[in-house]
């Protein structure tokens, strides 16, 4: 086996995709320690200082593009959104960053008022019937979630947090 494979060598294709498989797979290593530990965000990336500057700029391109990819429409949006803004591309995506968290607040407080409303509107039925009362707590019918109402915007926004410039 040996003799046969003795003339074989990578082309530049091939080494520069297991680079970059290499790079992703230590990219999102660092995404992972970045969400278990945000607050050791500079502890965690520092071994970033020692890669060369391209690696480095490619390193942290791809962990920003990582957590922009995995943007939650769910509460947990928020810890990823503090987690970014504690990245070297936050200064030049701080308005976006900004829009990101506003409207995810908007969508609840929306939510809210939906809900306030569709009570009100249920005990008035139920009051029709003659059932009222403080006890009254109505069955409300199931309702669009804060992701559905959410998760159009934040695509949107997204695509706004990858086309934005990115110094790093």
Known sequence: ???RTRGMALSEQEKTEIE?????KRSK??????LANPDLSD??????ASESENERKKLRSM?????VRDLPPSQEVL????????????DAKAAVLKEVRSSFHAALKQQA???????????R????HGISGSAVIPKLPKQASVEEDFGASLEKLKVRLFESPSPV
Do not use: N, S
């Open 43 to 48: 502890e965690i990336l520092q071994p970033l």
């Open 79 to 90: 810890k990823y959104l503090d987690l970014m803004a504690r990245l070297p591309q936050a």
């Open 63 to 67: 962990i920003w593009d990582t957590l």
């Open 20 to 24: 970059r498989e290499e790079l992703e």
């Open 29 to 34: 290593g660092f995404v992972l320690k970045l």
């Open 1 to 3: 086996m040996m003799e």
């Open 125 to 128: 039925k139920l009051a029709d």
């Open 113 to 123: 008022e939906d809900r306030k409303k569709l009570i009100g509107r249920e005990k």
